[in-house]
């Protein structure tokens, strides 16, 4: 069994910063798909980022630019850097992980992931 489980949201004003980080426990695989999602009240859940065992990743157009994903694995941590957010990036955050590689961005979110964190709320205001 793996767990997830979100930190690092909270409130922060248009042009700031935060960093999500997903801590990752039970059982590991040699090949991986760990990835953030967000959903903002009112709209379906989007694919932020993702990234795979071999370093590879993939962004939505909305965030490439701006955020950031990466992961310690040393420290089973997957981080999200998000740099001069914006009130449309209100959402929760929430990390997913699956065995193998990801799959295309534009599949992202239609991936039936086995993992999920509880989820983080990120807010932005003007």
């Known amino acids: 069994q793996v767990q997830l489980v979100e930190s690092g949201g909270g409130s922060v004003q248009v042009g700031g910063s935060l960093r999500l980080s997903c801590t990752v426990s039970?059982?590991?695989?040699?090949?991986?798909?760990l990835a953030w999602f967000r959903q903002g009240e009112g709209k379906e859940r989007e694919g932020v980022a993702a990234?795979?065992?071999?370093?590879?990743?993939s962004y939505a157009d909305s965030v490439k630019g701006r955020f950031t994903i990466s992961e310690d694995v040393a420290k089973n941590t997957l981080y999200l850097q998000m740099n001069n957010l914006k009130p449309e990036d209100t959402a929760m955050y929430s990390c997913?992980?699956?065995?193998?590689?990801?799959?295309?961005?534009?599949?992202?979110?239609?991936?039936?992931?086995?993992?999920w964190g509880q989820g983080t709320q990120v807010t932005v205001s003007s």
């Open positions: 990234i795979s065992s071999d370093g590879s990743t």
């Open positions: 997913a992980a699956d065995l193998g590689y990801c799959p295309p961005h534009r599949l992202l979110v239609h991936h039936p992931f086995d993992h």
């Open positions: 039970g059982n590991t695989y040699s090949d991986y798909c």
